[in-house]
């Protein structure tokens, strides 16, 4: 499988990591944080279909369904997709807005496996590699 592709332009800075709950029904931080300005262009990740565009608890979210029961949603994104559409990797879907945790800016990346919640970093392959630039 190769890697997913961010969801939001680099440099990539993570805000909360991923933190599985000890049970379904617990607090936890179901995906990560990236670091992202309001308005900035959202992508598809990786190939599959838009299962879901629109809000959910007063926040708009794009969903997309890889296949193989992998789905992944960034909240919050105003979707320029419907349900419906199929994306692939890059593709536009949508532009980074407001609400929920995430409310100023960054966006709440997650991908659920079969139902399940996992850490994106299994499918983006890691955070990027640092860059050291000389003083200013």
């Given at each position: ?9 680099a440099?990539i ?19 990560i ?43 919050p994104v ?46 983006l ?10 003083p200013?």
């Open positions: 499988m190769e890697p997913w592709r961010w969801p939001v332009a440099p800075r993570i805000l909360a990591p991923f933190r599985a709950p000890p049970t379904p029904y617990t607090a936890g931080h179901r995906g944080d990236v670091a992202a300005a309001a308005g900035a262009p959202v992508v598809a990740p990786a190939p599959g279909v838009v299962s879901f565009s629109g809000m959910v608890a007063g926040r708009p979210v794009v969903a997309i369904d890889h296949g193989n029961g992998v789905v992944s949603a960034v909240e105003a979707g320029v997709v419907e349900a419906g559409t199929p994306v692939t990797a890059g593709d536009a879907i949508g532009s980074v807005a407001t609400g929920g945790h995430c409310d100023s800016g960054c966006v709440h990346f997650g991908v659920r496996v079969d139902g399940e919640y996992v850490s994106p970093f299994l499918f392959g890691g955070l990027p590699r640092a860059v050291l630039l000389p200013a």
